[in-house]
C-alpha cells in the first residue's frame, strides 16, 4: 500500500533564510504525481508545487522548489528566502492510479 | 482561485441526527473529493466522484454517503452523526479530465457532533 511520510512534524526557519521540507513515499507504481500543499491559519488549502514522476526535470515555483529523487522516493520541498507569509503547515500528498495519499504535515515557523 | 464554495462553513449537531453538506463548483471539473481533515492525520479522502451519479469511496467512506446529481454540486451525507465524525471537511475538485489532475480546495467546514 501507498504510504506517504513527513518526517519533520515542525520546522523553524529565520526570516529571508532558505528551509526545506522532506517527504518521503513508498508506492509499487511507476507512473503518479506529487503535490506540496500549503495550509495557512485560514484552513484554505493551497498548491505549491506539482511534480509529474516521469518528468526528471524537478519543479520549479518562483521561490519554491522540489529535489525529486524518484529511485529514492523522496520529494522535498525548498523553500528560499523565505517569508513571513510562508507560515502554515505544509503537506505532501501523492496521488496514483488509484489513491490520494497525504502526509501528515509540516508545520513551518517563520522567525522574524 | 478556483470556484468552489462549500455549505455551510461551521455546524454543530446532535449525536444520532443526520447531517448533510454542500459543496458547489463554477468550474465545470469532472472530478470532485470529500476529505476529512484530523489532527495527526492530514487529509483522508472519504468519496469522490468521477461524474454525476458516478461516485467512489476512499479511504475512510464508512458512515458516509455521497451523491452528485448535477456537475456543480456533490453532497456528502452523514446519515447519523457521530462524536468520531467531529472534523474538518474539505471538498475539493481536479482541474481536468485525469484522476491524477491537480486538485483545488475549498474553503473547508468545521463539523462539531455533541
Known amino acids: 500500500a501507498q504510504t506517504v511520510t513527513q518526517s519533520q512534524p515542525e520546522m523553524s526557519v529565520q526570516e529571508a533564510e532558505t528551509v526545506t521540507l522532506s517527504c518521503t513515499y513508498d508506492t509499487s507504481e511507476s507512473d503518479y504525481y506529487l503535490f506540496w500543499y500549503k495550509q495557512p491559519p485560514s484552513r484554505q488549502m493551497i498548491l505549491v508545487i506539482r511534480q509529474e514522476a516521469y518528468k526528471q526535470q524537478n519543479a520549479t515555483e518562483n521561490r519554491f522548489s522540489v529535489n525529486f529523487q524518484k529511485a529514492a522516493k523522496s520529494f522535498s520541498l525548498k523553500i528560499s528566502d523565505s517569508q513571513l507569509g510562508d507560515a502554515a503547515m505544509y503537506f505532501c500528498a501523492y496521488k496514483g492510479d488509484d489513491k490520494i495519499i497525504f502526509g501528515k504535515g509540516t508545520r513551518l515557523h517563520i522567525l522574524p | 482561485d478556483a470556484g468552489i464554495t462549500q455549505s455551510p462553513r461551521h455546524k454543530v449537531t446532535e449525536t444520532g441526527t443526520p447531517v448533510t453538506l454542500r459543496c458547489h463548483q463554477t468550474?465545470?471539473?469532472?472530478?470532485m473529493y470529500w476529505y476529512r481533515q484530523d489532527p495527526g492525520h492530514g487529509l483522508r479522502l472519504i468519496h469522490y466522484s468521477y461524474g454525476v451519479k458516478d461516485t467512489d469511496k476512499g479511504e475512510v467512506s464508512d458512515g458516509y454517503s455521497v451523491s452528485r446529481s448535477k456537475t456543480e454540486d456533490f453532497l456528502l451525507t452523514l446519515e447519523s452523526a457521530t462524536s468520531s465524525q467531529t472534523s474538518v471537511y474539505f471538498c475539493a475538485i481536479s482541474d481536468g479530465v485525469r484522476w491524477t489532475d491537480t486538485q483545488y480546495f475549498g474553503p473547508g467546514t468545521r463539523l462539531t457532533v455533541l
Open positions: 468550474e465545470n471539473h469532472r472530478y
